[in-house]
């Protein structure tokens, strides 16, 4: 089992950068593919981005491709989201999630979630 705690969220400026770090406990993060997602008041939860076991494979949505960076430091127990050129409809609470195996695009895959970071994006 896996506890998943995010931090990094607040205030940024339209055009400028955040990075999103989600703090897993355990000893065996290495085995989870971990995941980012986002989901606003009112909305369905989005996909934003999944990296594998290692970090050698990521996918991206389409909306933050080529903005959002995925990584993780599996010695820290730790995976990160590095957003940048931040636009207003990036503006969602933040959730870090974590499956065993494989990393998956499906929050119908993922098992273990995190309480989410809000985003707040300025014009």
């Known amino acids: 089992q896996v506890q998943l705690l995010e931090s990094g969220g607040g205030l940024v400026q339209a055009g400028g950068s955040l990075r999103l770090s989600c703090a897993a406990s355990?000893?065996?993060?290495?085995?989870?593919?971990m995941g980012w997602f986002r989901q606003a008041p009112g909305k369905e939860r989005e996909f934003v981005a999944t990296i594998s076991l290692s970090g050698g494979y990521t996918i991206y949505a389409d909306s933050v491709k080529g903005r959002f960076t995925i990584s993780r430091d599996n010695a820290k127990n730790t995976v990160y989201l590095q957003m940048n050129t931040v636009k207003p409809e990036d503006m969602d609470v933040y959730y870090c999630a974590a499956k065993c195996g494989r990393n998956s695009s499906w929050d119908y895959d993922y098992g273990y979630w995190g309480q989410g970071t809000q985003v707040t994006v300025s014009p």
């Open positions: 355990g000893r065996t993060f290495s085995s989870y593919g």
